[in-house]
């Protein structure tokens, strides 16, 4: 239901499809609309709609929702966007409300014994241009910017940009920490950052969101890698601590 929810009141969908035709608006936000939709019709419903098979096995997914509600608070502190802080903590509070529900919520704050290296190196080289694309971002929020048409329910686009740019190298970091179900947000990263990517590349001239084609590019590189990392052959995932797999009474 909030995937759903994510995905058609809170166009996560429409601003998706936006993002790569510019049909609705007559491509006058694509990157943006693509910003949002790839935050709220791709990041939040894979991480929720992992759960519908094998949830003991994919809680990482309701953490990567938790990871969401951190990046949009910070977000919406940085661009003094008041509104997106609420949404975070609309965000965080259905977390929690599935962190108790899920059947293996025991394992919420467990980790793998080791953490993956490839996954912190991927983090590492995304974090300083993720981090710098945040900055602008937010100051674009917080001088209020052009376009004043890129708003889905009330929010500006320009704080869910600094949150799609923190969400990259934040999910990296959490698949890094080897939790059950790693590889779903490793998966959402590689996917939040090629749409950004590709977005940028489509996009006629040099649209607001958009850092032109050569970091297009490279972005999108940095995404294959990570996605191709993320399928590669692992040896056997270790398993969490027993206590943490104990059911609850």
Do not use: K
């Not at 290296?117 to 981090?131: F, G, T």
């Not at 910017?145 to 708003?151: E, G, H, I, N, T």
Request: hydrophobic letters at 55%; proline letters at 6%.
């Amino acid at each position: 239901m909030v995937a759903l929810a994510s995905l058609t009141i809170n166009y996560g969908l429409i601003d998706l499809i936006d993002g790569y035709s510019g049909y609705i608006d007559q491509a006058r936000n694509q990157v943006l609309d693509a910003g949002w939709g790839l935050v709220f019709g791709v990041v939040i419903p894979l991480g929720l709609l992992a759960q519908l098979r094998r949830p003991e096995r994919r809680i990482a997914g309701i953490q990567q929702v938790a990871v969401v509600a951190l990046a949009l608070g910070m977000a919406g502190v940085a661009g003094e966007a008041w509104r997106y802080v609420a949404l975070a903590a609309g965000v965080a509070g259905v977390g929690a409300l599935l962190v108790a529900l899920h059947p293996a919520r025991a394992t919420f704050l467990a980790r793998g014994q080791h953490p993956d290296v490839v996954m912190l190196v991927l983090a590492a080289v995304a974090a300083v241009p993720s981090i710098g694309y945040a900055w602008r971002m937010a100051s674009a929020q917080r001088h209020d910017l052009p376009p004043a048409d890129a708003v889905s329910n009330g929010l500006h686009h320009w704080s869910v940009m600094t949150a799609l740019a923190l969400l990259v190298p934040l999910l990296v970091l959490l698949a890094a920490a080897r939790t059950m179900g790693w590889r779903i947000p490793a998966i959402s990263a590689s996917v939040a950052a090629g749409g950004w990517a590709i977005s940028c590349l489509l996009a006629p001239d040099s649209p607001a969101g958009s850092e032109g084609h050569p970091w297009g590019w490279a972005v999108l590189v940095w995404a294959v890698v990570t996605f191709t990392a993320t399928l590669w052959p692992r040896t056997r995932d270790r398993a969490v601590h027993a206590s943490a797999l104990a059911p609850s009474a």
